[in-house]
């Protein structure tokens, strides 16, 4: 039982600090220019026009990036922790990616549809997702790895 509270410890805070570093990551690349979408679209649905796009909106987008990382983390756990693949977290982030800017596009209002989106932003963005999904995937299955071995 304390084995695995300890792991599933170990999964929110994978998912937690897996959210705020590629967050981070994404808002360093919005500042850079290389996509036109920060962390602050995570509060779009929300927000108030006013400070969505500032640098305390981008802040609270990636807050709640974090938190739904967190979920995220969850999930991997659940479908895909006994495999530990790169290419399985690869394919997790493009999942996320698909369903993010695909089946979620309706919720974040002003951000054109994939086809119309720049290749620099679809470059840059699911290039985001797929180091997120490999850091979430390898990472969670590496300690349910870990957490088999210590028990044979």
């Known amino acids: 039982m304390n084995e695995e509270w300890n792991y599933n410890q170990k ?14 990551i994404g808002y360093a690349a919005y500042s850079l220019h ?14 108030l026009p006013e400070w969505k796009d500032t640098y305390l909106g981008h802040f609270a987008g990636i807050a709640v990036i974090a938190f739904l990382s967190v979920f995220t983390a969850f999930m991997y756990r659940v479908f895909f922790q006994k495999w530990e693949s790169i290419w399985l977290g690869a394919v997790y982030g493009v999942s996320l990616w698909v369903i993010v800017f695909y089946f979620l596009h309706p ?6 549809p994939i086809t119309s ?3 620099t932003d679809f470059v840059t963005t699911i290039c985001l997702y797929v180091t997120y999904g490999v850091f979430i995937g390898y990472s969670v299955s590496y300690e349910y790895k870990v957490i088999q071995h210590q028990q044979a």
């Open 107 to 112: 919720l974040f209002p002003g951000k054109d």
């Open 117 to 119: 989106m720049s290749l």
């Open 11 to 24: 999964v929110a805070g994978i998912g937690f600090f897996g959210g705020v570093i590629w967050s981070l």
């Open 34 to 47: 290389f996509t036109e979408m920060g962390p602050a679209m995570a509060v779009q649905p929300w927000a």
